[in-house]
């Protein structure tokens, strides 16, 4: 077993910011494991399909509880258990996305989500958290609404609202979030995270 700890990074953002390519990106470079959220476990999958369909309504408490649960299975069986190993972490969104969607997006109360964070995934934190945020003129230009989507049909109020709470959660701890213009092409901003990244600990690989 190594004796350090694994960095985990995660990438955070509204849809259609780039925040997934960026992490795949940063993954692949730095010889971290990729991950993301909802989803990224067999039991996840099926929570991610009741989340993202937006047929059936949906409580935004309940909305705010599937991506906890997704959340706590994923940490304890995937996150967890790689940065223990020493294993470089980066994942598509993490727990800033439930305090960005659920809480100012949808209103659900914020000292509750974080109560219920911490039951969820203990003290398993992000080293850095790179929010890659773009206006969401550019946001809507690059990725096409789906009706059938809980969060791509939201308005445009939402989604404001979400990025909103983006910004103040990066504003509330800014030693361990890094604010990366994500509108420029994807090399550009690959070169801006990067060098906010070659200030973490890597390993050999990274």
Same mark, same amino acid.
């Given at each position: ?12 953002? *509204? !849809? ?6 960026? @992490?795949?990106?940063? @993954?692949?470079?730095? %010889?971290?494991? +990729? ?18 369909? @937006?047929?059936? #309504?949906?409580? #935004? ?32 969104? +993490?727990? /800033?996305?439930?305090?960005? =969607?659920?809480? =100012?997006?949808?209103? *659900?109360?914020?000292?509750?989500? &974080? ?11 992000? !080293?850095?958290?790179?929010?890659? !945020?773009?206006?969401? &003129? ?8 789906? /009706? ?8 445009? !109020? ?7 709470? =983006? @910004? ?10 890094? *604010?990366?213009? %994500? /509108?420029?092409? &994807? ?18 690989? %990274?």
């Amino acid at each position: 077993m190594s004796a350090r700890r694994g960095t985990f990074v995660v990438f955070e953002g *509204v !849809d259609a910011c780039g925040k997934s390519t960026q @992490a795949r990106r940063a @993954a692949s470079e730095r %010889g971290a494991l +990729f991950t993301f959220e909802p989803g990224d476990t067999a039991l996840g999958v099926d929570l991610r399909r009741w989340l993202l369909d @937006a047929g059936p #309504p949906m409580a #935004p408490a309940t909305e705010a509880l599937l991506m906890l649960a997704d959340r706590s299975h994923h940490v304890h069986t995937v996150i967890e258990p790689a940065l223990v190993r020493g294993t470089a972490v980066v994942s598509d969104r +993490f727990f /800033a996305s439930t305090l960005a =969607y659920q809480g =100012y997006g949808r209103g *659900v109360d914020l000292g509750d989500l &974080e109560a219920a964070t911490d039951l969820a995934i203990g003290a398993c934190r992000p !080293d850095l958290t790179v929010w890659l !945020d773009v206006p969401l &003129e550019v946001a809507n230009d690059r990725r096409r609404r789906d /009706a059938r989507d809980r969060f791509e049909s939201a308005d445009l !109020d939402f989604h404001e609202r979400v990025r909103a709470g =983006y @910004a103040a959660l990066a504003a509330r701890d800014p030693d361990r979030w890094a *604010v990366v213009d %994500g /509108a420029g092409d &994807e090399d550009e901003v690959a070169a801006i995270v990067a060098h906010r990244l070659d200030a973490l600990p890597w390993g050999d690989d %990274g």
